[in-house]
C-alpha cells in the first residue's frame, strides 16, 4: 500500500505560480511512477504530467507542456509539480497517483493508489 497527501493548491491570480507536492507513504517510493491528474467541475479526470520512477522520463498533457515542470525527491518521498504562467482554465482539483507499472501512462485507469487531492483556483 502507498498513503498519498497532496499540499500546496490555492487561489492565485492568472500569470501566476503555485508548486505543488505530494507526500507518500509505505512502499519503497523511487520504485513507482509518480503522475498527477486533474478534475473541474462537470468534467472528468483528466492526465496532467507523469515521472518514471528513479526520475528519468517525464510527459505533460500538451495543454501544460513548457509551463508545469514536474520532479521527485526520492529522499523525501515525495513527487512536485510546479505550475507557472497560470490560467483560469487550469482551475481544477489536482490528484496525485502512483504506480509501479504504468510505462508513463496518460489513463487514471492506471494508477492504483490515489490521493484525496488539492484545490487549485486561478482568478482572471
Known amino acids: 500500500q502507498v498513503q498519498l497527501v497532496e499540499s500546496g493548491g490555492g487561489l492565485v491570480q492568472a500569470g501566476g505560480s503555485l508548486r505543488l507536492s505530494c507526500a507518500a507513504s509505505g512502499r519503497t517510493f523511487s520504485d513507482y511512477d509518480m503522475g498527477w491528474f486533474r478534475q473541474a467541475p462537470g468534467k472528468e479526470r483528466e492526465f496532467v504530467a507523469v515521472i518514471s520512477s528513479q526520475g528519468y522520463r517525464t510527459e505533460y498533457t500538451d495543454s501544460v507542456e513548457g509551463r508545469f515542470t514536474i520532479s521527485r525527491g526520492d529522499a523525501v518521498n515525495t513527487v512536485y509539480l510546479q505550475m507557472n504562467n497560470l490560467e483560469p482554465e487550469d482551475t481544477a482539483i489536482y490528484f496525485c497517483?502512483?504506480?509501479?507499472?504504468?510505462?508513463?501512462?496518460?489513463?487514471?485507469?492506471?494508477?492504483?493508489?490515489w490521493g484525496q487531492g488539492t484545490q487549485v483556483t486561478v482568478s482572471s
Open positions: 497517483a502512483a504506480d509501479p507499472n504504468t510505462y508513463l501512462a496518460q489513463s487514471a485507469a492506471s494508477y492504483n493508489y
